[in-house]
């Protein structure tokens, strides 16, 4: 008996061969024979047979199915034996061909001549392996035999090439036109028709091969392809060409779209009849930016400017101590026999030079590892030009040979929609929009990974646009979507052979910036990551952008691509171990949280200070000249906020969760967006809950209600308040509880507006007793404003007043802005205008001063209405325009509202 799986699912006995109906059955028969002689365990069966969603009673069909193998497929000749937890398939392992195929592959590894076993495992197939059967497992196992019958068969036809080139020429075609990328294939392909006298087909096959490449994945061919190539052209079935012209350049891509910009500045160099010096360009970027493409789109469409030639050599695999060993190549291309070629490595410079002197040739220089590898091969004569391209900073050229430097940086958005569009289709992209929109951005608008990304879609065009989004998108995504079988590239390899170039210490820190979450680090926070001094960070991060790992160009900070950046942690996980890993995320957040509580110093100087645990060893923290030093800090910094809490609470990092979203709180208050301040407060939360921490419970509740009044959600802000004075109270807090006293009015306020006076008075009060003179006139302005509601402007008037004469004098201007904006609210009810306008502009100039753009915005709407009362129409829209303005600065629609009452007056006046 033959169960045989690698075809349609049947069992051959005695020369006769039956399927194996239904596909349950087939499908469960595949399952165990692919394991035979191994325990399958239910679950796993079931799995195989119904896919991820097993319906319910599928357990009670599948002892029907294991029954219905036992006895109308096997029949005697074998037994499916239950087992603890599942079913085993008790035959011979050569009773099951997928098996026996398997066995002779590694059987011939061993013999001398392995043609004849190889041959009788390819025997063994019938067609497509497990035709017909459905269901994910059924695809995968498809997939893995097409691969190894795919392996194997290259295997049987490098050995009977040889001897039969005519049988591996037959074997292989249809292989070859079923992977068109793969550069194995065509090889063995092309030297069996070499082989068996059609060097002609062979030329033309590698044409098409390296055709293809560059249309799907914009490459040149590989080692393998270039060895047999040069065979070809070394054999004497190829005619001697007498040519003198040289046109070296690889194929052009197709789909190469933008960079328009880089191509005319490169145009300006070819310009003229004859330049009067020789030409030197230097294309650098990250890895993966297109820097090839770019260099050899604009060398075909400039090509005739060159009518002596194009010279072109691939530097990455050549030794950058010995870039000389080109020069031959060179020579050669220029006509030199190879017998009069110097062994002289100055003298193959000369030569080189000479023949170079009275000609216009282009030389491209792709993948340059450093300056020295190519000053030998820089074509010097004027009408020459040479066009490097190079993952390293080349300014050592711009300084000895005058080279021009020309930096890439990822794609614009547009150009990055057409590159995808160029190889997808237009209609594809606009049916899923989102998606493509998504592709785009988890890629970076970095070329080769939308590159890669576009040959998988257009090999599988079936599958939706959105799938691959979501797989790039899903959390912790590495860059196994962006993996290929050809390193030249596979996304790793492409930025691997940058990173191993670098010395261990910069190896090191670029590592360590792989475990920050966003992609703008500050100098201090990547020296706190490496435990480093700065000025040797600084150093080090210099030798990073040299390599273009990093982007230095903001002044002290680093920026890392989204993708390096992901490559960056993989090889922090893959090098350094879980204790290191730890000592770096501790370092990371000491950093952000001493750092945020020396802002918070700055900018709100009579805010309680949090007791800090002492930062871990080699933690470097920010210092601020002043406030609007620590605002931009903050600014930069908050975006990376929610990724550092999620950092700190899968550390076990409570204390600082909490901390941490303290720090920020003041500052995203007053800024937002509110909902990312409940977001990052309701997990300072959950941390202060973890702990037991009542104090920072308290506190996590009173900013998350002050969210909730931005929002306007005046219940759950009143809850949130509520339970933070219950809390200080218990903790006998009096001053805490006070200030939660005072927030509470506001959505009091509009919701139980008669209970708003009481909480105000119960605020001063504890104020009063604690001593906390800049608290009680805080409480003294907002029993003020409230009697003003009451119409008691007398009393309102004084009590704002002593407030601000009290707030001036601590200099706390932030309370102060808001008396004035009281003071103005009274006056203009008294009738006051001019003094309310006065008292306006001065809370709007405090308050914009201490960056409380929310309250100056709504000031400055309060200010326009009382112009408009004093029937200054023009004072009013400036008034309105500067709100505008302010609510911008917060990303705040109220601007929208705001530009529609400008443009209603507009239309009025």
């Given at each position: 008996?033959?169960?045989?799986?690698?075809?349609?699912?049947?069992?051959?006995?005695?020369?006769?061969?039956?399927?194996v109906?239904?596909?349950?059955?087939?499908?469960?028969?595949?399952?165990?024979?692919?394991?035979?002689?191994?325990?399958?365990?239910?679950?796993?069966?079931?799995?195989?047979?119904?896919?991820?969603?097993?319906?319910?009673?599928?357990?009670?069909?599948?002892?029907?199915?294991?029954?219905?193998?036992?006895?109308?497929?096997?029949a005697?000749?074998?037994?499916?034996?239950?087992?603890?937890?599942?079913?085993?398939?008790?035959?011979?392992?050569?009773?099951?061909?997928?098996?026996?195929f398997?066995?002779?592959?590694?059987?011939?590894?061993?013999?001398?001549?392995?043609?004849?076993?190889?041959?009788?495992?390819?025997?063994?197939?019938?067609?497509?392996?497990?035709?017909?059967?459905?269901?994910?497992?059924?695809?995968?196992?498809?997939?893995?035999?097409?691969?190894?019958?795919?392996?194997?068969?290259?295997?049987?036809?490098?050995?009977?090439?040889?001897?039969?080139?005519?049988?591996?020429?037959?074997?292989?075609?249809?292989?070859?036109?079923?992977?068109?990328?793969?550069?194995?294939?065509?090889?063995?392909?092309?030297?069996?028709?070499?082989?068996?006298?059609?060097?002609?087909?062979?030329?033309?096959h590698?044409?098409?091969?390296?055709?293809?490449?560059?249309?799907e994945?914009?490459?040149?061919?590989?080692?393998?392809?270039?060895?047999?190539?040069?065979?070809?052209?070394?054999?004497?079935?190829?005619a001697?060409?007498?040519?003198?012209?040289?046109?070296?350049?690889?194929?052009?891509?197709?789909?190469?779209?933008?960079?328009?910009?880089?191509?005319?500045?490169?145009?300006?160099?070819?310009?003229?009849?004859?330049?009067?010096?020789?030409?030197?360009?230097?294309?650098?970027?990250?890895?993966?930016?297109?820097?090839?493409?770019?260099?050899?789109?604009?060398?075909?469409?400039?090509?005739?400017?060159?009518?002596?030639?194009?010279?072109?050599?691939?530097?990455?695999?050549?030794?950058?101590?010995?870039?000389?060993?080109?020069?031959?190549?060179?020579?050669?291309?220029?006509?030199?026999?190879?017998?009069?070629?110097?062994?002289?490595?100055?003298?193959?410079?000369?030569?080189?030079?000479?023949?170079?002197?009275?000609?216009?040739?282009?030389?491209?220089l792709?993948?340059a590892?450093?300056?020295?590898?190519?000053?030998?091969?820089?074509?010097?004569?004027?009408?020459?030009?040479?066009?490097?391209?190079?993952?390293?900073?080349?300014?050592?050229?711009?300084?000895?040979?005058?080279?021009?430097?020309?930096?890439?940086?990822?794609?614009?958005?547009?150009?990055?929609?057409?590159?995808l569009?160029a190889?997808?289709?237009?209609?594809?992209?606009?049916?899923?929009?989102?998606?493509?929109?998504?592709?785009i951005?988890?890629?970076?608008r970095?070329?080769?990974?939308?590159?890669?990304?576009?040959?998988?879609?257009?090999?599988?065009?079936?599958?939706?646009?959105?799938?691959?989004?979501?797989?790039?998108a899903?959390?912790?995504?590495?860059?196994?979507?962006?993996?290929?079988?050809?390193?030249?590239?596979?996304?790793?390899?492409?930025?691997?052979?940058?990173?191993?170039?670098?010395?261990?210490?910069?190896?090191?820190?670029?590592?360590?910036?792989?475990?920050?979450?966003?992609?703008?680090?500050?100098?201090?926070?990547?020296?706190?990551?490496?435990?480093?001094?700065?000025?040797?960070?600084?150093?080090l991060?210099?030798?990073?952008?040299?390599?273009?790992?990093?982007?230095?160009?903001?002044?002290?900070r680093?920026?890392?691509?989204?993708?390096?950046?992901?490559?960056?942690?993989?090889?922090?996980?893959?090098?350094?171990?879980?204790?290191?890993?730890?000592?770096?995320?501790?370092?990371?957040?000491?950093?952000?949280?001493?750092?945020?509580?020396?802002?918070?110093?700055?900018?709100?100087?009579?805010?309680?200070?949090?007791?800090?645990?002492?930062?871990?060893?080699?933690?470097?923290?920010?210092?601020?000249?002043?406030?609007?030093?620590?605002?931009?800090?903050?600014?930069?910094?908050?975006?990376?906020?929610?990724?550092?809490l999620?950092?700190?609470?899968?550390?076990?990092?409570?204390?600082?969760?909490?901390?941490?979203?303290?720090?920020?709180?003041?500052?995203?208050?007053?800024?937002?967006?509110?909902?990312?301040?409940?977001?990052?407060?309701?997990?300072?939360?959950?941390?202060?809950?973890?702990?037991?921490?009542?104090?920072?419970?308290?506190?996590?509740?009173?900013?998350i209600?002050r969210?909730h009044?931005?929002?306007?959600r005046?219940?759950?802000?009143?809850?949130?308040?509520?339970?933070?004075?219950?809390?200080?109270?218990?903790?006998?807090?009096?001053?805490?509880?006070?200030?939660?006293?005072?927030?509470?009015?506001?959505?009091?306020?509009?919701?139980?507006?008669?209970?708003?006076?009481g909480?105000?008075?119960?605020?001063?009060?504890?104020?009063?007793?604690?001593?906390?003179?800049?608290?009680?006139?805080?409480?003294?302005?907002?029993?003020?404003?409230?009697?003003?509601?009451?119409?008691?402007?007398?009393?309102?008037?004084?009590d704002?007043?002593?407030?601000?004469?009290?707030?001036?004098?601590?200099?706390?201007?932030?309370?102060?802005?808001?008396?004035?904006?009281?003071?103005?609210v009274?006056?203009?009810?008294?009738?006051?205008?001019?003094?309310?306008?006065?008292?306006?502009?001065?809370?709007?100039e405090?308050?914009?001063?201490?960056?409380?753009?929310?309250?100056?915005?709504?000031?400055?709407?309060?200010?326009?209405?009382?112009?408009?009362?004093?029937d200054?129409?023009?004072?009013?829209?400036?008034?309105?325009?500067?709100?505008?303005?302010?609510?911008?600065?917060?990303?705040?629609?109220?601007?929208?509202?705001?530009?529609?009452?400008?443009?209603a007056?507009?239309?009025?006046?």
């Open positions: 008996m033959l169960i045989r799986l690698l075809g349609p699912v049947e069992v051959e006995r005695s020369g006769q061969t039956r399927p109906r239904p596909p349950q059955v087939a499908l469960a028969l595949a399952a165990l024979a692919w394991e035979v002689g191994r325990v399958v365990s239910v679950d796993r069966l079931l799995a195989r047979v119904w896919g991820e969603q097993v319906p319910p009673g599928a357990r009670r069909t599948l002892y029907t199915v294991i029954t219905r193998i036992r006895r109308d497929v096997l005697g000749d074998g037994a499916v034996v239950q087992r603890t937890g599942g079913y085993l398939l008790d035959v011979d392992e050569s009773a099951v061909d997928v098996s026996r398997r066995s002779l592959a590694y059987q011939a590894m061993a013999e001398p001549d392995p043609a004849p076993l190889l041959g009788e495992a390819l025997a063994l197939w019938r067609g497509d392996p497990l035709t017909g059967l459905p269901g994910e497992w059924a695809e995968r196992a498809r997939h893995r035999l097409r691969d190894e019958r795919k392996a194997t068969m290259l295997r049987w036809a490098r050995t009977v090439t040889g001897r039969d080139a005519a049988a591996a020429v037959g074997a292989l075609t249809p292989l070859a036109d079923e992977h068109p990328l793969d550069e194995l294939l065509a090889a063995a392909l092309i030297e069996a028709l070499h082989t068996w006298g059609r060097t002609a087909e062979a030329l033309a590698f044409a098409r091969v390296r055709r293809t490449l560059a249309d994945l914009g490459v040149e061919p590989g080692t393998a392809l270039r060895r047999v190539h040069r065979m070809l052209l070394r054999s004497g079935d190829v001697e060409t007498t040519h003198v012209v040289p046109a070296q350049l690889p194929v052009d891509l197709r789909g190469f779209v933008g960079r328009a910009a880089e191509l005319d500045r490169l145009a300006e160099a070819a310009s003229g009849d004859r330049p009067a010096s020789a030409a030197v360009y230097a294309i650098s970027g990250p890895p993966g930016v297109g820097k090839s493409s770019l260099a050899l789109r604009w060398a075909h469409l400039n090509r005739d400017r060159f009518p002596d030639g194009q010279l072109y050599a691939d530097l990455s695999t050549v030794d950058p101590a010995d870039a000389a060993v080109v020069l031959p190549r060179f020579l050669g291309a220029l006509a030199v026999p190879e017998a009069q070629i110097p062994s002289d490595v100055e003298a193959r410079i000369g030569l080189y030079r000479s023949l170079l002197a009275s000609r216009r040739v282009l030389v491209v792709d993948d590892r450093g300056a020295e590898q190519v000053r030998p091969l820089l074509a010097g004569a004027p009408g020459c030009l040479t066009l490097i391209t190079s993952r390293a900073e080349l300014t050592g050229l711009a300084v000895t040979s005058g080279a021009s430097l020309v930096r890439l940086d990822a794609l614009p958005d547009d150009d990055a929609y057409h590159l569009a190889r997808l289709g237009e209609p594809r992209l606009a049916a899923e929009p989102e998606a493509a929109a998504l592709i951005r988890r890629c970076g970095l070329p080769l990974a939308l590159a890669i990304v576009a040959a998988q879609l257009a090999r599988h065009t079936d599958l939706p646009l959105a799938e691959v989004a979501a797989d790039l899903r959390p912790g995504a590495d860059l196994e979507p962006f993996a290929h079988s050809d390193p030249a590239i596979d996304l790793r390899g492409v930025f691997g052979r940058s990173y191993r170039d670098l010395p261990e210490p910069a190896i090191r820190l670029f590592r360590r910036l792989g475990r920050h979450p966003g992609p703008h680090v500050s100098l201090a926070a990547a020296a706190s990551l490496a435990a480093l001094p700065v000025d040797r960070t600084r150093e991060a210099a030798r990073l952008d040299r390599a273009n790992l990093l982007d230095l160009r903001a002044p002290g680093l920026h890392l691509h989204d993708l390096l950046r992901v490559y960056a942690s993989e090889q922090e996980r893959a090098a350094d171990s879980r204790t290191v890993r730890r000592g770096t995320t501790r370092r990371l957040l000491d950093h952000y949280l001493h750092s945020a509580c020396a802002a918070s110093e700055v900018c709100y100087p009579h805010r309680e200070k949090l007791d800090l645990e002492p930062r871990a060893r080699g933690v470097v923290t920010e210092r601020f000249a002043d406030q609007a030093e620590a605002l931009r800090w903050y600014a930069d910094e908050s975006a990376a906020l929610p990724a550092l999620t950092e700190a609470t899968e550390a076990g990092l409570d204390r600082h969760v909490w901390q941490l979203a303290w720090a920020f709180s003041e500052f995203m208050q007053r800024r937002g967006p509110w909902e990312q301040v409940l977001g990052v407060q309701a997990v300072a939360l959950e941390a202060a809950e973890r702990l037991g921490d009542r104090l920072a419970r308290a506190r996590g509740h009173n900013c209600a969210a009044v931005r929002l306007g005046d219940l759950a802000a009143i809850e949130h308040f509520q339970q933070a004075i219950e809390l200080h109270r218990d903790l006998d807090e009096p001053v805490l509880e006070a200030h939660v006293h005072l927030g509470l009015t506001v959505s009091l306020n509009r919701v139980r507006p008669a209970e708003r006076l909480h105000t008075l119960r605020a001063r009060e504890l104020f009063r007793q604690a001593g906390d003179a800049i608290g009680e006139a805080r409480a003294l302005n907002n029993a003020g404003w409230l009697r003003a509601q009451l119409g008691e402007y007398d009393q309102a008037l004084a704002c007043r002593r407030a601000q004469r009290i707030l001036a004098e601590f200099g706390y201007a932030q309370g102060e802005g808001h008396t004035w904006d009281s003071i103005a009274v006056l203009e009810a008294k009738g006051d205008l001019a003094q309310a306008v006065a008292s306006y502009e001065r809370a709007v405090l308050l914009r001063g201490c960056d409380d753009l929310h309250p100056a915005a709504e000031t400055l709407v309060r200010l326009g209405e009382t112009h408009l009362r004093a200054d129409t023009a004072a009013a829209l400036d008034a309105w325009k500067r709100a505008a303005e302010c609510y911008d600065a917060l990303g705040d629609a109220q601007a929208d509202k705001v530009r529609a009452r400008i443009a007056h507009d239309q009025e006046g």
